[in-house]
């Protein structure tokens, strides 16, 4: 295991048309994040799982949005009935929750990113 | 709300020099904060990581500071290459969100 994973990379899709990303983290990783950039700007963040539970969604994420993380491994972000505003880059990043690092009794929870899946709503 | 914010927006700088990236941030409750690098149409790549608790890391050329009572972070890179060219971002966490707050970030061009 290399590193997080997107698919797809590319979607290009018609408004109204509904859409699902999958997200595939670093395997040992508990911590799943959802995040969207636009063009110019950094990354927003949308939602944020520890393991299967959904503990924190932004105000960003509309009802048209839902994510899952059913097992706890990989997670799916849909987006119903799009429109033209939700084109932008979708970037998925995990991280693992520890107790300790160094002895400095601190977590890390470094996030690492995945390339992203670049969604153009026509 | 936390607020982060990234000076410059651009800069072009010729291969060699050594140069200062800024970030500043509105909360300093921060937990950690969090330099990475983009390149165009990619993912992010984590460069540097600095706890609330440190005051700097390096890797290599890079050095990250942080000052929170200021509400400051300066990434520096030495010895700038034209690899170096991609937009630098820096991310903050506070204690009270699992999320980062991103700047918009600064697109470095290391003229050959």
């Known amino acids: 295991d290399t590193g997080v994973s997107q698919n797809p990379r590319h979607k290009i899709t018609k408004r109204g048309q509904n859409v699902t990303f999958r997200c595939d983290p670093i395997s040992e990783h508990n911590r799943l994040y959802w995040y969207r950039q636009t063009l110019g700007q950094g990354p927003e963040f949308l939602t944020y799982?520890?393991?299967?539970?959904?503990?924190?969604k932004s105000r960003l994420l509309s009802d048209r949005f839902s994510a899952e993380r059913p097992k706890g491994s990989f997670s799916t972000l849909e987006i119903q009935r799009t429109e033209q505003g939700d084109s932008a880059m979708y970037l998925c990043?995990?991280?693992?929750?520890?107790?300790?690092?160094?002895?400095?009794?601190?977590?890390?929870?470094?996030?690492?990113f995945g390339p992203g899946t670049r969604l153009t709503v026509l | 709300k936390q607020e982060v914010t990234q000076i410059p927006a651009a800069l072009s700088v010729p291969e060699g020099e050594n140069l200062v990236l800024n970030c500043s941030f509105t909360?300093?409750?921060?937990?950690?904060l969090q330099w990475f690098r983009q390149d165009p149409g990619k993912g992010l790549t984590s460069l540097l990581l600095i706890q609330s608790s440190q005051r700097e890391q390096t890797s290599g050329r890079l050095n990250a500071s942080l000052d929170k009572s200021s509400g400051r972070s300066t990434l520096y890179i030495a010895a700038s290459q034209p690899g170096d060219s991609a937009t630098y971002l820096c991310?903050?966490?506070?204690?009270?969100?699992?999320?980062?707050?991103f700047g918009a970030g600064t697109r470095l061009t290391v003229k050959p």
């Open positions: 909360d300093s409750a921060i937990y950690n």
């Open positions: 991310a903050v966490r506070t204690f009270y969100n699992n999320d980062m707050r």
């Open positions: 990043a995990s991280s693992l929750k520890q107790s300790r690092t160094g002895g400095t009794g601190r977590f890390t929870d470094t996030q690492y």
């Open positions: 799982f520890q393991n299967e539970a959904q503990l924190e």
